[in-house]
């Protein structure tokens, strides 16, 4: 299923949704059936055409003044059957001429295509010569005949109702986000103050310039890389980098090449919605890819003399979730040297993601791929076929794939774009699925089993407050250098980390740059903090026997036993230290189940998202109500100053999606029913407090909007949570998407693992059975080892215990429901103009209602038979009668939140 955004796009301080259109997947849509014209849309045509504001809204006003006549023409036929109709002397006369009509409408593509329709037409003809021939023996079928095809038009009338409704829907978020209207002056003045503080505050911190002891962080890193082990590696790892420097350099950039370069780019949110026109238009022109090629590759022979001088920079501030939270600071670069710094950017990345990666897979460096079953251990007295497998094996496959190196890019697979927060759920059921999620789900794993086998367990974190803006430049480039990065690479590193501090919109002569922090949205500031953080994460694993740890913004989260704890927060005070961050105690804190009455620990709460934990939660995560309290305060704002019914629509999803998110996503087994019953409450209370007053959610806000905009009053509950393509307003609910899997989660996860410590020794038993009749024919055998030696394997080698950790990480399994309306309402029509980026919802047929992902199936559940009834089938609106342009421009939006 596409889920929403993980993370928010830039936005403006309003929070304003921002039309940008999207490159999606390649290849043709479906061929469909015109009246016997078969047209295949070309979709990389589709994806990659620019349509100007000027044509978008030319095209929405001639597909509505077309509907309007389609309509009017509609209307006057159909009054004129039903007349005749009226006039009939007998029922059957009555049916004949509502047919006669029918036909008539259907003939001269009046209607749209419906196929449904015009197979009950000519079944109805078929009927009314056998009614004509038995006259007053079919008078009662004749009278529902006719409430029959009653009933029909009524259905296409709505239909043409609501695609009224949908296109001047469409036209209004548009117009409204074009100029921006939807916040009021006095807002707006709210948020500019907010900014004036920002811009000062980031001044102040990254203009000063920071000493630091480079001599003791040089004896620091030496220290770290001093074993003969972690010598060799890093003499590998310099040598890779030294060549890769030498071929980025080398190397030229390749027509063949640009188009990825380009699509990454234009997922990244560093361009504006100007450039990214731009660069779409590159993108479909091969003339023109040729032409910036060609450029790029006359900027890559004079890299080293490349400097700020000769581009356009500005520096944009964008408001974050809460007003402790402040601004997040991003780089706003001309366009040809945007593309130039991303593609050299991702060149880094893969180069030095693969470097390091061999240090962390090294059994002998990093620590905890090298803990293992003692060397004198036969083997085949635990299993004697596939070979030891245990949780340390597990989580290390997780972090790896999950937790190492997360913002690095790997060149030929590119970060996938952001779901659109307007396609909810279509086949993966978690709107989570980041690092900062993955991270949570292993440490609840880690707590159930920790706590199981060694009754303790510890959760520390660790706020480093504006970590980014703080960093000293040149911590980045002698750690770079003592990677292996070339001094010709350095230099250009030290200009590029020299950003003039010039602001968006301020025309004062630039008097100063950057002497320490990144920007974020920077494709080498990921490089300068994640090497920086390569070299933390690896000090707290030497120091604290192979604890994990992971930073998500600005804290460093540790988990594992108490005592490990408490020298990986040792470690990370030391770090600190020397980089001359401070560590904000007082947004730091730890949770454990054994705390001494000496630990070293920070006191305050673990907090994540919407979550925190302490000892009187034993570690565990639980709903942390003052910070939903604390969003829904910025969302309230933003949900009243709104005016278009679309753009509100896609800040209420947003929210919605936010709120999961922040909750931990869409909760794994380790979770259990209590956290996602826990999690449905705080959803709830939070829907409530941002909407008082409206008891049936958005639902009663949005009917408001729309009847005293556009006066309908009569609007089906099931019109707002059906999808768009179908012609609905796609009202996300998150509470369906949790209890699509409710009935997969069990009361008690921590159950499993007392269970199979309890089967432990029968397990035992039956190995060291097999060993003694095994020793029978092979002399020498040595003894089979004692219980208490196979418990300690438990964490290292023991097959079923690598299975029950799997078993807390896994997605629960959705529950899909056999087709609702099938013996309710009858076969399901179709009329066969489902856009194909619909996906698992296109046509509600009975036959492909496997293919429907179970929010959908949910949506149709409690809603169909209410749509089927109104509108004759699933199918509200009919593509044919939509501005698509819009409908696509307002499909790939963003909504800004945090």
């Known amino acids: 299923m596409s889920g929403f955004a993980p993370y928010p796009s830039r936005g403006r301080g309003a929070a304003r949704a921002r039309g940008i259109i999207r490159g999606a997947g390649r290849g043709r849509v479906s061929t469909r059936s015109l009246r016997g014209i078969n047209v295949e849309l070309d979709e990389n045509l589709m994806q990659n055409f620019h349509i100007s504001p000027a044509t978008q809204t030319f095209l929405a006003e001639i597909k509505q003044q077309e509907l309007r006549l389609q309509r009017r023409t509609y209307e006057e036929r159909l009054q004129d059957t039903l007349q005749k109709a009226d006039e009939a002397s007998d029922h059957v006369e009555k049916v004949e001429a509502m047919v006669e009509g ?97 811009r000062a505050d980031l001044v102040s911190v990254i203009s000063q310039p920071r000493e630091t002891d480079m001599q003791a962080f040089e004896a620091y890193l030496l220290a770290l890389f001093s074993s003969e082990s972690a010598t060799s590696a890093l003499t590998r790892t310099r040598s890779r980098l030294q060549r890769a420097g030498a071929r980025i350099t080398q190397m030229p950039i390749f027509l063949q090449e640009l188009p990825q370069s380009i699509e990454t780019l234009l997922v990244s949110d560093s361009l504006s919605v100007t ?21 790029l590759n006359m900027m890559l022979t004079r890299l080293y003399s490349w400097s700020w001088e000769s581009t356009t920079v500005e520096i944009h501030l964008q408001p974050l979730r809460t007003e402790k939270d402040g601004y997040s ?112 789900h292993v440490i609840n794993a880690d707590r159930i089993t920790q706590d199981a086998l060694h009754q303790d367990f510890c959760v520390a974190a660790g706020e480093l407050p504006q970590f980014e803006r703080m960093l000293p430049h040149d911590v980045i480039l002698f750690t770079l250098a003592f990677f292996g990065v070339p001094q010709p690479w350095i230099d250009f590193f030290a200009k590029h980390l020299a950003v003039p501090l010039k602001f968006a919109g301020d025309e004062t002569p630039i008097s100063n740059v950057a002497s320490r922090g990144i920007f974020g949205n920077d494709p080498f500031g990921a490089i300068y903090k994640e090497v920086v953080l390569f070299v933390l994460s690896f000090a707290i694993n030497q120091s604290a026997e192979a604890i994990p740890n992971h930073r998500i913004r600005d804290t460093i989260y540790m988990w594992g036993l108490t005592a490990r704890c408490e020298r990986g927060w040792a470690e990370l005070q030391r770090f600190a230290a020397l980089l001359g961050i401070s560590i904000d105690l007082s947004r730091s804190g730890s949770a454990s189940t054994c705390r001494g009455a000496a630990c070293a620990l920070p006191n305050g709460n673990v907090h994540w998202g919407s979550l925190t934990a302490n000892d009187e939660s034993h570690g565990k995560f639980v709903v942390e109500y003052a910070s939903i309290d604390a969003y829904v305060e910025k969302i309230r704002p933003l949900l009243s100053h709104e005016k278009s019914v679309k753009g509100w629509v896609s800040i209420w999803n947003e929210f919605n999606t936010s709120l999961v998110r922040d909750l931990g996503g869409v909760p794994v087994k380790g979770f259990g029913l209590a956290h996602l019953e826990a999690m449905v409450s705080a959803i709830r209370y939070a829907q409530n407090a941002a909407l008082p007053g409206c008891d049936n959610g958005p639902c009663d806000h949005l009917r408001k909007m729309i009847s005293d905009k556009y006066q309908m009053d009569d609007i089906p509950h099931g019109w707002f949570h059906f999808p768009m393509e179908s012609g609905g307003l796609q009202v996300y609910d998150p509470v369906i998407q949790l209890m699509t899997i409710r009935d997969s989660l069990v009361a008690n996860p921590e159950q499993a693992i007392h269970t199979q410590m309890e089967t432990d020794k029968a397990r035992y038993e039956a190995l060291r059975q097999r060993w003694s009749w095994k020793s029978t024919s092979t002399p020498n055998l040595v003894p089979f080892m004692t219980f208490d030696a196979y418990k300690n394997l438990r964490e290292l080698a023991l097959p079923e215990w690598a299975s029950q950790y799997r078993q807390l990480l896994d997605n629960p399994m959705p529950i899909c429901i056999g087709n609702p309306l099938i013996s309710s309402v009858g076969p399901l029509e179709s009329n066969g103009q489902v856009d194909a980026s619909i996906g698992t919802f296109r046509s509600m047929v009975s036959e492909e209602w496997h293919h429907v992902a179970p929010y959908w199936q949910w949506v149709v559940l409690l809603h169909g038979e209410e749509v089927q009834k109104r509108f004759g089938n699933l199918i509200i609106v009919d593509q044919q009668h939509v501005s698509l342009a819009l409908m696509d421009h307002y499909r790939k939006s963003k909504v800004c939140l945090d």
Not at 358 to 373: L, Q
Not at 420 to 431: D, I, R, V
Request: glycine share 6%; charged share 25%; hydrophobic share 35%.
């Open 102 to 198: 029918g036909r008539s409408l259907t003939d001269h593509r009046v209607m749209v295509d419906n196929p449904g329709l015009d197979s009950k037409l000519k079944d109805m003809q078929s009927r009314i010569g056998t009614a004509k021939m038995s006259p007053g023996t079919l008078a009662d079928a004749s009278k529902n005949w006719m409430e029959a095809l009653r009933g029909r038009f009524e259905a296409d009338q709505e239909k043409f109702r609501y695609a009224t409704l949908f296109n001047n829907l469409l036209t209004d978020w548009y117009d409204s986000a074009a100029h921006d209207v939807s916040a009021s002056h006095d807002y707006i003045h709210v948020e500019e103050r907010g900014v004036s503080r920002a």
């Open 329 to 440: 600071a991003y780089l706003g670069i001309d366009l040809l040297n945007a593309l130039f710094l991303h593609h050299l950017g991702v060149c880094w990345q893969a180069e030095i993601k693969v470097a390091l990666s061999s240090i962390y897979r090294d059994g002998e460096v990093w620590k905890e791929h090298s803990m293992s079953p003692p060397s004198n251990l036969d083997l085949s007295m635990i299993d004697d076929e596939d070979g030891p497998d245990g949780i340390v094996a597990v989580r290390t496959h997780v972090q790896e794939q999950h937790l190492f190196l997360t913002q690095f890019q790997s060149q030929g697979n590119p970060k996938k774009p952001p779901t659109s927060s307007h396609e909810p759920f279509m086949n993966n059921p978690t709107p989570l699925s980041d690092s900062s999620s993955k991270m949570l």
């Open 275 to 295: 450039d990214r026109a731009k660069l779409r238009d590159v993108l479909c022109d091969n003339l023109a890819l040729a032409d910036v090629c060609g450029v």
